[in-house]
Structures are given as C-alpha cells and as structure tokens.
C-alpha cells in the first residue's frame, strides 16, 4: 500500500493507532473528530494536535486523500462518506488497514455478541500454554495498527472484532474466524437483527479452502450463515456431534473430532455457567483448527481464571457477596449471568437503553431475585418492562444502588451488577462503571 495523504476519522483508540502507523509509513495524515476539543481527554488532544487536524466537524477536507480510515464509531452512511464513495476514495477500517500493511499470519478472529472478550482470552491463553508467541488484539487490549512492522514477533494473532469493525473491511481474511452468536444489540446502527447478522457474516466473506470457519449450531442465526469456501467447524452445548466440538452434559466434559483428531477437554474451572463452557467449545475449536495441541487446550481450560468485568467475583462481606458483570450491556448477557448464579440475588440494572426488550428477564427474576435497584436513563422503562417480577427500588446512582442493596441483603446473598444496558450516561465506559462499583464495594469494607 502507497498512500501519499490519508484522513482518519474519528481520534479514539484506534484511530490515534491508525493514525500513527500511516505517518511511520511516510504518510501525511489528517485527523477530523466531529467532537469538539471540550469533549476529547486532554492526553488523545495532545496526539492529536501533533497532525493536521479538525474539531467538531467533518469537513471536505477529507475529500482532498487518497485513503479514509474510519474509527469503528463513526457510521458508514456520513453524508462526507458517501461523497468520498462517488469520488472513488478507498475508506478502510483500522483493523483492515493493520491487516492489509501488518503481514499478521495465523490469525484468529472472534466475533459475536456476547462471550467475545472471554473466548479471545481463553484462546489466547491456549495458545500461549502451547508455548506459541501469540499476539491478543483489536477490541480488546490495543489496536492491530500498534503492532504493524512486528509480525515475524508473533506465531499467532488472536483478534477480537467488532460488527462495526467488520462493516469496514475489505480484504481482511482470518485463517479462523468465529461467530459465538447473535441476540438484538446495536440496532441503533443496523436497524435489523438481519442487518447485524451481515455485519457478523463479513467476517468469513474472504475465507479461502484453506480456512476455517467456527459457527455456533445452537444459535439459530450463525447455523444458517453463508461461510463461502471455509471449513466448517460447529459447536454446541444442547446437542451431540459426530463432526465439531460440544459439551457431554452425562458425562461434564467437553468432546471433540476436528480434522481427524478426537478426545475430551475438562469444563472450565474458573468460569461459571452454561454460556461459559460454549465459550470454551468456541476457543477450544478455534485451538484445534489452528493445530494447537489437546493436552495444551486442557491445561489453559483447568487455569484460565476469567476476565475483568464478567460475573467477576469482588469480595464477601457480611456474608454478602458481591459481583461485577458490568460488561453485560444487554439483555442477554444479563439473562446469562442470572443463569450462572445459584444464590439469591440482588440485581442492580440500568443506565443507556439499547432498545430492547427486558421482559425476557422475568422468568429468571422471578426465581431468582430478591430486588432490583434500579440506576441511570433507563431506570423507568426497565420498571415498565418488568413490571412486579420483583420489588424494585430507584437509586439514581450505582453508590446508591450499592448502598440501598448492601442494607437489604442477608448473609448467602449476592449483589450483581450486570446492568442489561449501556454505560454511556454516567460513565466513560463499561470498564469505568465496573471499576466504580468495585470502588464503592471496598469503601463498604473500611
């Protein structure tokens, strides 16, 4: 690739990566944010200022490059976009600009809507117990772009993908790439469960003979996925097969029969749930696709200890535990950490509302929660949609849900954070919202 002048749009993250790889190549970069400089931390404003740059629009200077990157936030429908389309310019992602100009080979790609950041670590970790130098990337952790020129330092690439990532590539080709599955999420931006699914779909679109593609048979939108001319690999937790990976709930373990090889794997030891051990079949097909060893897959199942944020345990206190599932942006990453859990619950829920439904969550509610304390935008229609399904109790803030449940709760029972909805009203991130409620959790303690 021999590009002369590039635009980056959007100065998140990624962009800044994508911005800094382009300029080590000798290309001149221009940056446009359409967030004015009151609303970008002071440190990205920094970076940002060391480029030709723009605030709080999306101007025709961008028309003036012979590449567009676009930051996985910015929508691909711009009016600034669709004249760059008439105009022929290319428009990449960040992830396909690292993968056209990093040379990455062996690359493992994890799509999905929920388990993604859980399957990728584990995968990760599965490959680094089989002693492979293995880059985890992308979604998670840094960007791919920060790691062009360093590919020969790398035996695999194990990379977490976005559907808004996955609606910017072009040639992006993984030797596996997976899809965990697909609940209503982010319909903001695709409209339609069909138009996600396309989205998630991309991410086989340029797999060869040679490539494998790992699909959920459970799940009845990634069965029916159009993988081209990839290998197919299924997994399942409901059912047996003679051909892929699936959970033997006679027996508790996981089996196996991938390309001529057969065995059994233990259940994860440190992850709690049925969508957990799907997870593990997820990573342990992508492992065995990638030629990694059984007994090394085994070993990473019996040590992997799980990750920040996910039905993460805090500490007890009082005999009252408390956890932190504050990546459970969604309605059904809810429903599956209720799923996981066996004591009495306390159920903190809200913030950004996403636009589904919560009665989905009633059932489990209604079996397994004491109360629900309610915080952020969405406090009055998740009350509308769950109606009685258990007392609940206005907080406004996560310090007061946290104070009000802790006052409630007897000693075997357990407070849950795993809010249904996004965090973007009261904080930063999902990560920011996990890391304040662990705050608020150990003032309690002292």
Request: aromatic share 6%.
């Amino acid at each position: 690739m021999n590009i002369s002048r590039a635009a980056v749009l959007g100065a998140g993250k990624s962009g800044i990566s994508a911005a800094r790889a382009l300029k080590k190549m000798g290309t001149t970069v221009f940056i446009s944010d359409s967030r004015p400089a009151s609303e970008i931390a002071p440190q990205s404003l920094r970076v940002i200022r060391r480029f030709s740059h723009e605030l709080g629009q999306h101007s025709e200077k961008i028309l003036a490059q012979d590449l567009i990157v676009v930051s996985p936030g910015i929508h691909l429908d711009l009016p600034i976009l669709k004249k760059a389309r008439k105009k022929n310019i290319e428009i990449l992602g960040e992830i396909e600009l690292g993968w056209q100009l990093g040379g990455f080979k062996n690359v493992l790609a994890v799509t999905g809507t929920n388990g993604k950041t859980t399957t990728v670590s584990l995968l990760g970790h599965m490959c680094k117990k089989a002693g492979l130098k293995t880059l985890v990337a992308g979604n998670i952790g840094s960007p791919l772009c920060d790691y062009i020129g360093q590919a020969d330092r790398f035996e695999r690439t194990v990379l977490e993908i976005s559907s808004y990532q996955l609606e910017s590539s072009v040639a992006f080709r993984p030797d596996v790439a997976c899809v965990l599955n697909l609940t209503a999420d982010h319909l903001e931006r695709h409209h339609t469960l069909r138009g996600y699914s396309l989205a998630k779909q991309r991410i086989f679109m340029n797999q060869t003979t040679l490539d494998y593609a790992v699909l959920n048979l459970d799940d009845a939108w990634c069965k029916k996925m159009s993988t081209g001319n990839a290998n197919r690999i299924f997994f399942s937790t409901n059912k047996s097969l003679k051909a892929g990976v699936f959970y033997d709930r006679k027996f508790k373990k996981i089996r196996f029969s991938v390309d001529g090889k057969k065995g059994v794997l233990p259940l994860p030891a440190h992850l709690p749930g049925l969508h957990n051990i799907e997870n593990a079949c997820a990573a342990a097909a992508m492992a065995l696709a990638s030629k990694v060893p059984p007994a090394a897959i085994a070993k990473s199942l019996l040590t992997f200890k799980g990750v920040e944020h996910r039905i993460e345990t805090v500490l007890t206190l009082r005999g009252v535990g408390f956890i932190n599932d504050s990546k459970a942006t969604n309605v059904d990453s809810t429903a599956k950490a209720l799923q996981a859990l066996h004591q009495p619950l306390w159920l903190i829920l809200g913030g950004q509302d996403k636009g589904s439904p919560y009665a989905p969550l009633k059932p489990l509610i209604k079996k397994k929660v004491k109360g629900i304390l309610m915080i952020g935008e969405a406090a009055k229609i998740i009350e509308k949609g769950l109606g009685k399904a258990a007392p609940m109790f206005h907080c406004g803030t996560l310090d007061r849900a946290v104070s009000e449940a802790f006052k409630r709760a007897e000693s075997g029972d357990a407070i849950l954070l795993s809010p249904a909805c996004a965090s973007f009203d009261q904080f930063k991130n999902f990560e920011d919202r996990g890391n304040r409620f662990k705050a608020f959790v150990r003032r309690l303690k002292s």
